[in-house]
């Protein structure tokens, strides 16, 4: 992934693949470095948590990641935040699912 974006100015990364939490909290770990300062790591389809997957889902993934990089923050390069504006339209499939990379 590195090589194909070395050259990119912004970069988004779009999760939608397994919806269990731990490969997406894998997966958030792996592809953070990657996003763009002042773009998103948008994880799709945090409302399964509360359909299927209630403690194990993709928003439990993303609970995690916060956590974790807020335990971290002085090793890590990176920090998001949640950002709920991106859900303009007050419904979304991915409630609570747009990180914002914001260092």
Known sequence: VKQ?????T????????????H?????LLNYAEFVSV?????VQDTKLD????PLN???AAVRRFIQYQSEMKD?????YKVDRSA????????AHGWLKRIK
């Not at 194909?4 to 990119?8: A, D, I």
């Not at 002042?38 to 948008?42: A, D, G, K, R």
């Not at 859900?87 to 991915?94: C, G, L, M, R, V």
């Open 75 to 79: 090793r890590l390069n990176y920090t």
């Open 23 to 27: 490969t997406v909290y894998k997966d």
């Open 50 to 53: 509360r359909l299927k997957h």
């Open 87 to 94: 859900e303009i339209f007050y419904y979304s499939q991915h």
């Open 4 to 8: 194909y974006v070395s050259n990119s």
């Open 57 to 59: 889902g993709p928003l």
């Open 38 to 42: 002042n773009s998103y790591l948008v």
């Open 10 to 21: 912004t970069i988004l990364v779009s999760h939608d693949a397994a919806h269990d939490g």
